[in-house]
């Protein structure tokens, strides 16, 4: 569809706000645009240990032993509904060469964090252009997920360790 309405908009900036106004016309597997996305520290860190990455790196604050608090804005240019998935889009004038597999990631698992139900597996991401369409699967970019069980003996593991210390 991109196609349709690209080569009609001279101008890049024009081009976002254009498409975005046609495909929500005329697409109905398109369900909203310009969708922010917003994550605060307790979300950040809860993904982090769910997925065993690290998301935005801590950086502490010089001579007090703590962390500065961390968050990620951003928006989904065109979110989806097809074929029993969610679709995360992003227009790209420069899809050719940009690879936007992290940021599409990451809003892919904001969406598993402020959805409740939706899972990483039923998200699909691309970036295109009006020439250009490139898709992924976020689930197959990230390390699978640790399980409710992995976390719980995890956190066992550790307060063991804490009370072998303090007993010692």
């Not at 005329?26 to 990455?53: F, M």
Request: hydrophobic share 40%; net charge positive; with cysteine.
């Amino acid at each position: 569809m991109a196609a349709l309405i690209i080569p009609g908009v001279g101008s890049n900036h024009d081009r976002h706000s254009k498409l975005q106004r046609f495909m929500l016309a005329n697409d109905s597997a398109t369900l909203a645009v310009e969708v922010p996305i917003w994550l605060l520290e307790d979300d950040i860190a809860a993904l982090e240990e769910i997925y065993g990455v690290t998301i935005v790196p801590r950086q502490s604050i010089v001579g007090r032993g703590r962390y500065k608090p961390r968050f990620i804005t951003g928006h989904i240019d065109f979110l989806q509904a097809r074929n029993g998935a969610i679709h995360i889009l992003d227009y790209k004038p420069d899809a050719r060469t940009s690879k936007p597999i992290s940021q599409l990631a990451i809003y892919a698992l904001a969406l598993t964090r402020l959805v409740p139900g939706l899972k990483l597996f039923d998200i699909t991401c691309a970036w295109f252009n009006e020439a250009c369409y490139n898709e992924f699967y976020p689930r197959l970019a990230l390390p699978r997920p640790k399980s409710f069980h992995q976390i719980i003996r995890e956190i066992h593991q550790e307060e063991a360790e804490q009370r072998k210390i303090r007993s010692s």
